[in-house]
């Protein structure tokens, strides 16, 4: 159909009729080329239907990120209407994560793209026609196409529709009536002429030959680009510096030079005025921003902006200078432009097609301002998108507007002045007129322009030089020639290569699909599959993992009956991978190399799926849990209310069960009793440990417990408890005679609340404020402590806390001086002493009449104040009980005071809080998880591996794991206080309901689960901990360490004989393997071709035993260790530039033996003599980059090795930026690790493991850096610590080494001062660090100085 004769809209019928026909949920896809066209679309349906969810898919969504399942059932979810590209649909096909029986309809807009293997093609032939020549549903076909003419069917035709299952159909019985709906605008052709002004001789402005002049003496030597390659000095900058100067290649260069030619183009095409406002605004620009943040410079280099202002700032555009707008200053083409638009009526809507997009600005500021056309139209400009987009925006090029189209639409504009982004793919608006300011370029961009102009009586206009050849009669007849064709039948599919031809029937036949997704493989995909895979397979940025083909001519015997040349493809995987997994090679002989890789590719991914290396919808694996959502790091969610033990204590009071009574002694700061009280509950307790009271500053006390006793229920005496909790409570709120949750009862003593204030004061008394507390009878009987009698009122200036009746009170009566009684409910937590006051001789004076002593001694008093300390205590351990007795039911506790701080966090500010068991638990779970992945997935690379890791272990996992198990109401997040604290009573607790919730870290609930695993650890070692883990983590489906140790030992190949060099490891490592082929992977690089596969899941394992070993070592030690101290000595002994020196320097001695002769007597003497072999030598590649690197490594470590051992061995400080000097390759940490995880899995025996870290040296320095507190601080961090708060900037330069090479140079800043300049570095990080050691020593000298002046 042509262009406007309504397609879209038929698009739109058949989608609606579908929607309304349709019984079935099922989806109705229309397909675009472009993204574009899918916007376009898209709008266009939401515009006609609105009854159903319509979405768009394309690259601009983020469809090419979707690549779960589970994302596209979500957003398909309540979808009627898709649109999107071809290759979208073709994909999600491909992936099984669309059905082609899931779609009720398919519209293929621009159809004539369905041929050969295109996307559209191929979601007809391989997903669509297998269906329904297996008598399966199939969704119904729509193809629309534009083209120029109306014709009848071709043989290309015929394809197409075998293709799309459809019958061609163009309008041809109403060919008539629907060419009334298609206008063809009339032809105008606007003839100029050429002057000799703007032609040949071309006359340049005085502005335009300034411009010229400056550009001309520009010094290239005083180009920032080519100072700042000077300043570099280095072999590359100095080759790069030398082809700038000959070339006058530079960016700025550039500019002035484009700046010029287009003011010579603009001056011939629109003329002198033209020419001069070019310039005039791309220096104003320049100018404008040069000072600001403006877009258009932001990202040059400022050196290069000064230049370049500096330089224009000489050119003379000042108004006297420029040429005006006028008659004889624009060229004869605008002129004839001008013309015709004069005659153009104000109404009329219309684009004008220009080829460069300066040409397009300046033009509608003409237009725009001239007095022919300023107040008839208004124009706009619409131009692609510049190819600078990204990097740095050219100083030639002019801003133009973003909203033209849409203004164009809505009328505000009636001229578009366009690029040829406008010719097609975009939705215009039909128009009365086009104009070709530039004659089109080809037949395509002549018949699209014209298409532009579709309303009844349209024009269509070329501006033609008299002097040129008109080539409308040469398109016209093109496109007579185009049409004949078409109506012929004698359109043609482009042809394909001869071989692949012959080839297409046997590609087609080889696919695979997966039943459960239909996700479908097949020699067209299946190369890009296997790259992908490929590529997910680096675990290193560096690393470039990539399959390799090899081609092979068939043997004779293949070959024979045919007379051209067959193909076989070999396909090598990365080592990295299983060895079965490694090599694969095409099913067929081809004709066709490429065929054969395709058929190659085919297999090996093929071959990946069966071995579960690819997933379900043909896809790596991914490792993200869809349920637990992106890892949230450190966020806030929301979590249940800690549990409350109370309600349940409540109701085992309502249901009469046995009690457990113990007596309570609280006991001064000399261990003498106090007082004794006993305590009833309905619930078994374990054995308390005594609890810390902080009666003041400088007094501490205990209260312990003796052994509880169980005894028959008995209905509650609460006398002893009401006056127990009145005592210290009652003045601030009513103590209820109710049943409670605790039972108090004074042992040896009668108390009721009858004794509280009922001791009048008399003149014999003798007292002291141990003998009950002084209650102001005034004041609800607000208590104090006795100090002294007064005979008479003293000053009140003598008095700390006077009453607000003071003055008021008389002073004819008896007074007594009183001691503040404490306000605190909190004596769990030590308080700071108060300031003292001077020149007070009283705290607080009443008269005698108002106050009543207690009959009950004052201890009582104190044990009533510290009832909700303990009841707190008694608390968590009902809550740690309740979690032991639920979630962790089937774990042997034997200490639930490490669950209690496992689940207590550092804010709640409990005895000991978890951070230290989470050290432990982190390294240990980690541990866990890598045994039993490495054990289940035995094809795994190493980069699966550690992606599943990260995923089972992130805090997000962990998070979501504790509150799916209920962990999260168990945690310990609030401090007591005490604020608000009142008794628990029986009846108020059976009627409490929990529905409470709280906000704290993702983050502290994953911790909370490493913790458990590390008390699981303290508890009964490793077992212990993978049983805790597997609660929370039940895809952690290992038996037990050693079963996954032994199924990992079962895989490893038998019967391989140890290499002579390895039989020197074993000694080194004091084992010798059961299973020689562990030994022979765990020095096997990923470059080496062997029977076995590379060190990479060794590594994976080892360096997860590795850390275990290390953590578990210090945690043996953690009382005397401070938690940041404990991360250090970990980081320190892991990280990969120690693990490299060690992999450089644990070594094995061997002999040497050679023969040399005596000067002497000249008789042949036997040398004996001894050389070091390190770990490295062992490991075995296939790459000569890795030896020549190797070289190089050892000979840093010889130069650095003597003080490196010295500061290992005697040093106060850990050498980081010494061990980052020899920049050792991960692989020699690599190897430190691996031989670890193969030794644990032929042995058996984590302490086997030790032993060998013994023979490292590393348990040695890890005792040393313990028992010596070595400084672990990594320069960087202690510059920051002694900065003092004050911004430390670190300023890198480019250097050159002393051996030539280059390197870089660092300055420290502190707080904006130059502190130090460092020493060269071979890279960044080493430069820094270097520079930091420099300033801290700097500093350190500067703050002794100050230390010795100011003593």
Known sequence: MDTGSGKTHVAVLRIKHQIQISSSPKLIWLLATTIALCSQQFDVLRSQISSVQIKSFTSADSVDRWSEKAIWDDMLANTSIVVSTFAVLHEALCHGFVSIGSLALIVFDEAHNCIGRSPGSKIMTDF??????????????LGLTASPVIGSKTEAMGTLESVLDSVCRSPHIQKEELLLHVNLPDLVRIHFEASEAFSTTLRSTSVMKNLLEVYQKLDIYADPEIISLKSQNTKSSREKMEKALKSKNTFIQ?????????????????GHWAADFYILQVVSTLIRSSDSKDIATTTWKDAEKRHLVNTLRNLDISPDNLTVLSQTSISD??????????SCDEKTTGIIFVKQRTTASLLQHLLSIHPATSKRLRFDTVVGASQQASGKRDLFEIATHKDALSRFRSGDINILIATSVLEEGIDVPRCHLVICFDEPSSLKSYIQRRGRARLPGSRWALLLENSSRDLTRQWEDLELEMKKKYENEQREVQELVESEICEEESCRSRYFRVPSTGARLDLDNAKGHLQCFCSRLATQPSLYMRPVYIIMEGNEGENRDSHQALFRAKVILPATLDPSMQVFISKMLWRSEKNAMKDAAFEAYTALYHAGLVNDHLLPLSFMDPSSGIEMGDSIVEIHEQFNPWPSIAHAWENREKLQRRVLALKDQHGLVKCEIETSIPVDLPELEPILICWDASSQWKLESGQPRIVEYCDQQVEHTATLLSLAHGHRWKVEEMRYAVVFEG?????????LGCISLVDDDILDESMGLLRDSQNCGYPYLFHKFLSSKPSIKSVQHPHEDYESFSSNQPFVALKKWSRRSDFLHSVAAGPETVGKEYSSVLPRSRLKRDAIPTVFSQFSSIIPSFLHKIETELVVKELCSSLLADIDISDTAIIRKAISTSGAREKDDYQKLEFLGDSILKMLVSIFLASKYNHWPEGYLSAKRAAIVSNARLCKAATDRGLDKFIFTDVFTGKGWRPFYVEE???SEENGTRRISSKLIADVVESLIGAGWKMGDFQTSLSIAQIFLPEVDMPSVEVGRVQLFDIAPVDIPIPEDLCQLESLAG????????????????SINTATASYERLEFLGDSILEALIVTEISRLEDSLPLSFMHLCKTALVNGNFLGFIALEWSITQKETCWKENHLTGVMEVIDSEFQKPLWRFMRHGMLDVGIEQQEIARRHRSLRHDILSAMESGSEYPWTLLARIQANKFYSDIVESLLGAVWIDSGSMETCRQILDLMGIIKYLHRIIKERINLLHPREELGILARGEEVVYELHASEMEDGKSGRRCKVFVGGDLIYEGDHGKNNDEAKTRAAEGAIAELRRVNESLGSRKS
């Open 128 to 141: 669509y026609w297998p269906e329904k020549h297996s008598r399966h549903y199939v969704p119904h076909i």
């Open 254 to 270: 550039s500019q002035m030079k484009t700046i010029n030619r287009r003011a010579g183009e603009m001056c011939q095409v629109l």
């Open 1071 to 1086: 084992y010798s393997f059961v299973k020689k082929s562990l030994i022979i992977q765990a020095m096997s690089h990923r």
């Open 747 to 755: 042992l040896n003593a009668k108390i009721s609340q009858l004794q």
């Open 989 to 991: 607790l059976l009627k």
């Open 333 to 342: 083409k605008v002129r004839a432009l001008l013309k015709f638009l004069q």
